[in-house]
């Protein structure tokens, strides 16, 4: 069992920037893959980016050039480098981790809370 914490969110305004941190409770070396995914009220949730434990990065294309994930093993911690946010970017940012194939095609075994990012226009 993993729990993921996530913590950074905010209100800014657009052409801003924000940092979004998940602190996981187990060694983040033992997880294939991590990720931040966002969800709008009414719409599915969406792939913002995707780091491995080898450091291969994936990005939803509408964020590739403005987000950057990354991770600290020591801290068991990864993150999301948001900047030249728009209000479109507004939404909640949730955490997963353990990616396996399902019948929904990549799914992943955790999720945290999620964190609120509103971005004024």
């Known amino acids: 069992q993993v729990q993921l914490v996530e913590s950074g969110g905010g209100l800014v305004q657009a052409g801003g920037s924000l940092r979004l941190s998940c602190a996981a409770s187990?060694?983040?070396?033992?997880?294939?893959?991590m990720g931040w995914y966002r969800q709008v009220p009414g719409k599915q949730r969406e792939l913002v980016a995707t780091?491995?434990?080898?450091?291969?990065?994936v990005y939803a294309d509408s964020m590739r050039g403005r987000f950057t994930i990354s991770r600290d093993n020591a801290k068991n911690t990864i993150y999301l480098q948001m900047n030249g946010l728009k209000p479109e970017d507004t939404a909640v940012y949730h955490c997963?981790?353990?990616?396996?194939?399902?019948?929904?095609?990549?799914?992943?075994?955790?999720w945290g809370q999620g964190t609120q990012v509103t971005v004024s226009s």
């Open positions: 997963a981790a353990m990616a396996r194939v399902g019948p929904g095609g990549l799914e992943y075994d955790y």
């Open positions: 187990a060694s983040i070396v033992s997880i294939n893959s």
């Open positions: 780091i491995t434990r080898d450091g291969l990065t």
